[in-house]
């Protein structure tokens, strides 16, 4: 499954967490994709 990455003001930023979320197609209702879960760090 193709991991990918957050885009937080305008930057790829890596998710902290080694836990996954699934991303869905939503005109099809299959996964398609999954998210690392981000932490609570802010990016200045």
């Not at 937080?8 to 994709?33: C, H, L, M, R, W």
């Amino acid at each position: 499954m193709k991991l990918i990455e957050h885009f937080v003001g305008g930057k790829i930023i890596p998710g902290t967490s080694n836990k996954k979320g699934k991303v869905f197609n939503p005109a099809t209702g299959d996964q398609e994709k999954e998210v690392r879960i981000a932490s609570k760090k802010r990016f200045g």
